[in-house]
């Protein structure tokens, strides 16, 4: 019996995933503390920061097209009243709109969402 061999070319099939990467471009260095003035951010790095607060004014205090990465839960109605307090399903789509509006006006073209 032969030895088997296998065929371990670099050749992407459809079954292969393949990797790019994406050159990124920054148009300018900002602080992001600059971006909400009058807020204290509760942490920052030099590529972000974390704020504590009602998100939806958070989004509105922000300019139009500054947000690289927007990172939310699930956008879906809850079956269980939560403690925090949580929507309705039959009245999530209207408490989630303002939401909706105030990220995509946030958003840069080449912003990504989790």
């Given amino acids: 019996m032969e030895p088997r061999t296998e065929?371990?070319?670099?050749?992407?099939t459809?079954?292969?995933?393949?990797?790019?990467?994406?050159?990124?471009?920054f148009r300018e260095?900002?602080?992001?503390?600059?971006?909400?003035?009058?807020?204290?951010?509760?942490?920052?790095?030099?590529?972000?920061a974390?704020?504590?607060?009602n998100s939806l004014d958070l989004l509105r205090e922000l300019p139009e097209?500054?947000?690289n990465l927007l990172f939310t839960s699930p956008p879906y109605a809850l079956h269980f009243r939560k403690a925090y307090g949580?929507?309705?399903?039959?009245?999530?789509v209207a408490w989630f709109l303002p939401f909706a509006k105030e990220i995509q006006r946030v958003s840069r073209q080449t912003a990504a969402s989790c």
Wanted: no cysteine.
């Fill in 7 to 12: 065929d371990h070319s670099l050749e992407p």
């Fill in 14 to 25: 459809r079954e292969m995933r393949v990797n790019k990467q994406i050159p990124i471009a």
């Fill in 29 to 48: 260095v900002v602080s992001p503390e600059s971006l909400l003035t009058g807020r204290t951010p509760l942490y920052t790095t030099d590529r972000g």
């Fill in 50 to 53: 974390a704020y504590v607060g």
């Fill in 65 to 67: 097209e500054s947000v």
């Fill in 86 to 92: 949580n929507a309705a399903k039959d009245e999530y």
